[in-house]
């Protein structure tokens, strides 16, 4: 049987790609951030537009890397994951050294390069992702194995989570190991193995929470009747936005009502300012996103570039999810990034990357070939 034999793969045409389809809300969502920041940057101690011309510049960032990542070959830069991985673990040790790594608040998260902060444990994130659907590929016949299909993978999540978690950013940290474990499940790890795995590191980050006092805080904040101060604020803008806002640069919680407006409850800014029907825009774009990649994922011609892609989307999602879920009271006050939206220099870069990638397989995906035996590539990841 010719083994280039073309199936029902073929792309679809390019409005309807539901590539391009997550690449419409990523702008809708990114032009929506640069509104509210618009808005709002005049009311900054900063200054004004401070924050504003920050985010254009993480944009015009972001667009590049995107614009080179949906070009690249991603299998010859597979060969290479593991120098990638192994650079940004580099970086990862670099940060927690005192004089090199840059602390604020209490956080050391970031390197400087001049007068630029970048915040490694981001591309980490994506590094992680890299390398984990690589050995998952490479090693897809022996994933129902316990050692090479289940504790190799899960030692590589750690090995990436654990520099994360001294910064200390739990959220991140959490963020990376559900992410690693559902890319692990998919992959075809067994229920037996998973189901120890969750227990463990649920257990290991309860018992780093309690001897937090200022997580414990946060948690028994949460599990009361007294709301924290953020979260009030939060809720206090929702109301004051009703169902159409109150208009944009009209807002008074980004007046130092609300700390962090512009990064981890920008969210609540969109609520008062826009309204509901704005802040429901959102969350529709976000499961439009999702939805979609799910879609395009039935094309994907191997087990890598399915994990990695599967990877974007988690990445991307679940960010979103713990965003949302914190400003509306729903999770524990837990500093994030909203996608797309929140001001921020390495999540904007990281935004960009992962879209990219996801552009990149709408071009290449189309020219996938069946496998020797003439399954279609479904029935391969199935």
């Known amino acids: 049987m010719n083994s280039h034999r073309v199936t029902d793969l073929a792309p ?46 993480g944009v015009v960032a972001a667009t590049g890397l995107c614009l080179l990542m949906s070009r690249v070959d991603l299998d010859y830069l597979r060969r290479y994951a593991w120098w990638i991985g ?28 001049g007068s630029v902060r970048v915040q490694i444990s981001e591309f980490a994130k994506l590094g992680l992702v890299f390398c984990l659907a690589h050995y998952l590929a490479q090693n897809q016949t022996r994933i129902g194995e ?7 993978p899960l030692a590589l999540v750690g ?67 007294q709301k924290s101060y953020q979260l009030r604020q939060a809720l206090a803008a929702y109301a004051a936005g009703g169902i159409e806002g109150s208009g944009l640069g009209q807002g008074r919680q980004q007046l130092s009502y609300l700390p962090e407006a512009h990064t981890d409850f920008i969210f609540s800014v969109i609520g008062e300012e826009l309204g509901l029907i704005f802040t429901l825009a959102v969350v529709v774009l976000f499961t439009t996103i999702l939805v979609a990649g799910l879609i395009h994922l039935r094309r994907a011609p191997n ?8 990877g974007c989307l ?9 965003n949302i879920g914190v400003v509306t009271g729903v999770f524990p006050t837990k500093g994030m990034s909203l996608p797309f939206i929140s001001a921020g220099l390495s999540n904007l870069m990281l935004m960009g ?30």
């Open 146 to 152: 316990f050692r090479r299909g289940f504790l190799w």
């Open 353 to 382: 990357l992962l879209l990219g990638i996801i552009l990149n397989t709408q071009r290449t995906w189309g020219r996938a070939t069946l496998p020797d035996d003439g399954r279609t590539m479904r029935e391969v990841l199935a």
């Open 303 to 310: 087990l890598f570039q399915f994990l990695l892609v599967l």
């Open 86 to 113: 192994g650079a940004l673990l580099v970086l990862l040790v670099l940060v927690a050294i005192p004089h090199i790594g840059i602390a604020v608040k209490g956080s050391r998260r970031w390197l400087g390069f």
């Open 159 to 225: 090995a990436c989570a654990a520099p994360v978690l001294l910064e200390p950013d739990f959220g991140t940290s959490a963020l990376m190991v559900a992410v690693g474990l559902v890319l692990v499940f998919i992959a075809g790890a067994k229920w037996r193995h998973i189901l120890p795995a969750i227990a463990l590191v649920g257990g290991a980050f309860a018992l780093l929470v309690v001897y937090n006092p200022n997580r414990l805080h946060r948690i028994l904040e949460f599990l009361s009747e």
């Open 12 to 57: 679809p045409r390019f409005l309807l790609n539901p590539a391009t389809v997550i690449a419409v809300c990523a702008i809708g969502l990114t032009l929506l951030g640069l509104s509210i920041l618009f808005s709002a940057s005049a009311s900054f101690r900063q200054g004004p537009y401070f924050y504003l011309n920050k985010q254009i510049v």
């Open 314 to 322: 988690t990445l991307i999602s679940l960010q979103a999810i713990i």
